[in-house]
């Protein structure tokens, strides 16, 4: 069975990025007809990833969740958006992480963020990262604003959503992304379109 690991990096409770990041995992699932899905909410184990980022030494509970990431065929990298960029708590996290961990494996990545003028961040800092670290990101990258969870963009996220699961299990499976020139894209939603005319 395909196993996935979705990180949230969320720092409030509730999250957003907590809720993107169990859409995202549910949507991965329905795509791969079941998977083995584990999400995991980074702020329960920031104590654990300061200590990490300090001494060079992972906790057992934070070593656990390494070899969760380690272990996985894909990964689900759902961060908020502060200041333009991912948190620290998810830098230090990666920062621990062993260098080789990630290489070849598929990652989609996901963030949030207070307006829709944050939805760069996933090609501005989310993506140099990940190839940096030698992975192979789904092109089809999934931010949220405010306006998504509101009735009138609800309909988007889920498109975005199911086509970002879709290129996932499409890569597992060795197909590519899956895409051709022929799909829509949804530049003009209503998310989209808030970028270009913000309040």
């Known amino acids: 069975m395909t196993r996935i690991v979705a990180l949230s990096s969320g720092v409030g409770e509730p999250s957003t990025t907590r809720l993107l990041a169990d859409r995202l995992a549910a949507a991965a699932g329905t795509a791969l007809g079941g998977a083995s899905i584990e999400v995991v909410n980074l702020r329960e184990l920031a104590h654990e990833i300061t200590d990490a980022a300090l001494t060079g030494f992972a906790a057992p509970r934070l070593q656990h969740v390494y070899d969760q990431v380690g272990e996985a065929d894909a990964l689900i990298v759902v961060v908020p958006t502060f200041k333009a960029s991912y948190p620290g708590l998810f830098k230090s996290f990666i920062d621990a992480l062993d260098n080789d961990a990630l290489i070849g494996k598929v990652v989609l990545l996901g963030a949030t963020g207070g307006t829709a003028r944050h939805s760069m961040v996933i090609d501005f800092a989310l993506r140099p990262l990940f190839a940096y670290l030698q992975a192979v990101v789904v092109?089809?990258?999934?931010?949220?604003?405010?306006?998504?969870?509101?009735?009138?963009?609800?309909?988007?996220?889920?498109?975005?959503?199911?086509?970002?699961?879709?290129?996932?299990?499409?890569?597992?499976?060795?197909?590519?992304?899956?895409?051709?020139?022929?799909?829509?894209?949804?530049?003009?939603?209503?998310?989209?379109?808030?970028?270009?005319?913000p309040d």
């Open 139 to 197: 092109p089809t990258g999934v931010f949220a604003s405010p306006h998504d969870w509101g009735s009138s963009g609800e309909g988007t996220l889920q498109s975005r959503i199911e086509r970002a699961a879709g290129e996932l299990t499409s890569l597992l499976g060795g197909q590519g992304s899956g895409r051709s020139k022929n799909d829509e894209i949804d530049l003009f939603s209503e998310t989209m379109l808030s970028i270009s005319q």
